[in-house]
């Protein structure tokens, strides 16, 4: 029998001695229908790793008629949300995808804006982050960000790096075959430095090379708004990660969306390419491939 969530009644804010108790003390959903997707979730076979493409701000915004930047306010606040969730659930790790290498295409106004709404975070999140035991890792080209940003991510990162709850991990500038090309490079640079005899380079070997080197793969992959791609999101890390896709755009995945993704990812087989338990026997090439 898998450990459920049950029993609760209102909503409490979170507070970092209560993490001590136990993830049954955590989460207290906060109407009926968040009780009712809570009773179905199997505590026991959470995901270890839940990765999100924050997809729609801008739909969002433009469905009701505000400027853009109003959907990446909303999406901070739905992020704020499905962080304290997942920390409160007991997720190991999670991760967002903030800004892309692609997204410096879009215009400087918006970018700018970006780039202040994440600041404005930090200052505003980070005691909160910290005193939940939360650590920040960012990933992708720092190099690249404007050094005010960078300053405040080092800082945030150097602040939370000696907790050993939830790992929140925020991409930034980040591009999958980007990270692919640093680990392969810096792997090359290495041997050269140590004058090693060449020797073709192992997967294990470029998964320690990569931004997220020490964190398990994400178990699951979101992406709100409908889209049907990865967008170039840990495509090394994502190999065998459920992926659930949802119309919902990002402001709107509120916790309710989370539990609703977490328990359709309980519901899925996951077999990385071997064959399901009552099919042992079969010699069929198109059912052992997941
Ligand atoms: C997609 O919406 C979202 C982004 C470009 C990323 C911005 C994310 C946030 C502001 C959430 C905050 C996150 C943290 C960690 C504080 P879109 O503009 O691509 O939407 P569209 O596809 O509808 O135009």
Redesign the pocket.
């Known amino acids: 029998m898998g450990r459920r969530l049950r029993g609760f009644a209102g909503y409490a804010s979170f507070d970092a001695s209560e993490a001590e108790k136990g993830a049954e003390h955590l989460l207290k959903p906060s109407n009926r229908t968040e009780a009712n997707l809570l009773e179905q979730l199997d505590m026991n076979r959470l995901p270890r790793h839940v990765a999100i493409i924050?997809?729609?701000?801008?739909?969002?915004a433009?469905r009701r008629h505000l400027p853009?930047i109003a959907?990446?306010r909303a999406?901070?606040k739905?992020?704020r949300e499905v962080i304290e969730s997942s920390a409160r659930l007991g997720i190991e790790a999670l991760t967002?995808?903030?800004?892309s290498m692609e997204?410096w295409r879009r215009p400087h106004t918006e970018v700018d804006f970006?780039m202040r709404?994440?600041r404005e975070?930090l200052r505003k999140e980070l005691p909160v982050i910290h005193k939940n035991n939360i650590r920040l890792i960012v990933i992708g080209r720092g190099g690249q960000l404007p050094p005010t940003v960078r300053r405040d991510l080092d800082e945030a990162m150097k602040l939370t790096s000696g907790n050993t709850g939830m790992k929140l991990v925020?991409a930034l500038n980040y591009g999958g075959r980007a990270e692919i090309v640093d680990a392969v490079n810096a792997i090359l640079e290495e041997r050269r430095k140590a004058a090693e005899p060449e020797g073709p380079i192992a997967e294990q070997e470029i998964s320690d090379h990569l931004h997220t080197a020490g964190l398990p793969d994400p178990d699951l992959l979101v992406r709100t708004?409908g889209e049907l791609r990865v967008s170039n999101f840990l495509l090394w890390q994502i190999a065998y990660a459920e992926i659930y896709v949802t119309e919902t755009?990002?402001p709107d995945f509120h916790r309710a969306s989370l539990l609703e993704a977490l328990i359709e990812y309980q519901r899925r087989e996951r077999r990385y390419g071997g064959l399901s338990p009552g099919r042992k026997t079969s010699k069929s090439h198109s059912q052992a491939v997941s």
């Open positions: 924050m997809d729609g701000n801008g739909r969002w433009e853009r959907g990446h999406g901070v739905t992020a967002l995808y903030a800004f997204n970006l709404l994440l975070y925020v708004s755009l990002w």
